[in-house]
């Protein structure tokens, strides 16, 4: 069975020259793509509130770097606020 981390390592040496946080940032937007086309039809408040805990999930298996947890937390917080925003 392979790993997320196995096949991240898959990806950066085939695609990416070595880069691990490439390979999983590619991964994590091919993720979070799925998510938006299943979920986003009606709004993005579904697939935004989805977005907090896999991107919790890929960083705790070290798929993403820290600072890009960080920035992609910050970008699911202001959608969601917004998205409540234009539903009030």
Aim: charged residues 15%; hydrophobic residues 65%.
């Amino acid at each position: 069975m392979i790993s997320l981390n196995d096949f991240t390592d898959i990806l950066a040496d085939g695609f990416f020259n070595g880069d691990a946080s490439i390979a999983g940032m590619v991964i994590f937007a091919a993720v979070m793509a799925v998510i938006f086309a299943l979920f986003g039809r009606r709004g993005f408040l579904v697939p935004l509130a989805l977005m907090l805990p896999i991107t919790l999930v890929f960083t705790s298996l070290g798929v993403l770097p820290e600072a890009l947890t960080i920035i992609l937390v910050v970008v699911a917080v202001v959608g969601l606020a917004k998205e409540a925003k234009d539903r009030i």
